[in-house]
């Protein structure tokens, strides 16, 4: 066996765990502990999120075919640090994950309204491996390169921070959505989870869709919905929609979140921003002009740059990176 047979048995391991998570006394534990310290999450969303891991990113079969392209050298591990984003459900795992299957020692900066989760995790990496793989990010240490996530204002801090070593720096990104008018009922309720699944708090999550000139934005709302948002959410709706109505703004109300007509991505989860288009060729335009705030774009074919098709943009395969920038590589 070698060394990334070793990793794949590792991390494979590692979803077979967290496939059987929830439904026993420590899990349960874990999942309480982790809405205590942030009520964005839900025991569903933190199910969710852990299944997605084990069936998108775990899986033997995907992790072969998707480390097959890579060809890793197992004989000088670095030291690489991680500081990891909080806004859904063990969001720095997959990041983790690269620096660990590259032969690597990570070293963990988790996000306080991801702790829980992530401390959970890195527990059962270094539990199945046998010895630490992640340790404890220390802000003293020397580290060869790193990879952060965070908003605009942090990825300034993170650049000036760690000047002169290898960096991937993510800052703020937003998804958007193709649509044609002719969507199924099952593409309609696939895009009702990239939207709506985790509160609409993942990069992406999608805020912004592109409609035919004829759309039926009512009937769209009508159809919209299905994944039932928690109460932050519910009073950012509120107040989204209180604010529409003071400022005299036209809007469409989805009992749950409101739809606005804007070509510009949204500045509140609750809202779902749409624009008109008349051609393919304008779409593309935008999406060119826009590209360094885009982080995806859903439609039936995925043929968009950065494209996916519908309910691929959550849960991501591993080979979805992030701001297109390949970890592992």
């Known amino acids: 066996m070698d060394n990334k047979d070793w990793y794949i048995d590792l991390f494979s391991a590692v979803g077979a765990e967290l496939e059987r998570f929830a439904g026993n006394i420590v899990c349960d534990q874990v999942i309480e502990r982790a809405i ?6 839900s025991e569903r969303d933190i ?3 852990a299944r997605a891991l084990s069936g998108s990113m775990l ?4 992790l072969e075919e998707w480390l097959s392209d890579y060809h890793i050298g197992y004989d000088r591990p670095e030291d690489v640090a991680v500081i990891m984003a909080g806004n859904i459900p063990f969001a720095g795992f997959f990041d983790m994950m690269c620096v660990v299957l590259s032969g690597n020692r990570c070293y963990a900066k988790t996000s306080s309204k991801d702790n829980v989760l992530m401390d959970y ?3 059962l990496v270094n539990k199945l491996a046998g010895e630490e793989m992640v340790l404890p990010f220390d802000d003293c240490g020397k580290y060869r390169a790193v990879i952060a996530s965070g908003s605009d204002n942090s990825n300034r801090y993170f650049r000036a921070r760690f000047a002169g070593i290898p960096s991937l720096l993510r800052d703020s990104r937003y998804s958007v959505a193709v649509l044609t008018g002719d969507e199924t009922d099952e593409e309609i309720a696939s895009l009702d989870n990239d939207i709506f699944l985790y509160n609409g708090l993942g990069c992406r999550n999608v805020s912004l869709l592109f409609v035919p000139a004829d759309y039926d934005i009512g009937g769209l709302a009508g159809r919209l919905g299905g994944v039932n948002p928690n109460v932050g959410y519910i009073n950012n709706y509120r107040q989204s929609r209180a604010m529409a109505v003071m400022a005299g703004e036209d809007y469409t109300d989805g009992n749950g979140f409101i739809m606005k007509e804007a070509a510009e991505f949204p500045h509140a989860l609750s809202i779902i921003n749409f624009t008109y288009y008349s051609s393919d060729e304008e779409i593309k335009n935008w999406i060119g002009d826009n590209e360094r705030s885009i982080q995806c774009v859903v439609s039936r074919d995925g043929d968009y740059l950065c494209g996916v098709p519908f309910r691929a943009a959550q849960p991501p395969l ?7 920038l390949d970890v592992l590589g």
């Open 121 to 123: 995790s890195i527990g």
């Open 59 to 62: 899986d033997r079969g995907i």
């Open 47 to 49: 199910i969710t999120a």
């Open 318 to 324: 591993p080979g979805y990176y992030l701001v297109g």
């Open 36 to 41: 205590d310290g942030n009520p964005w999450f």
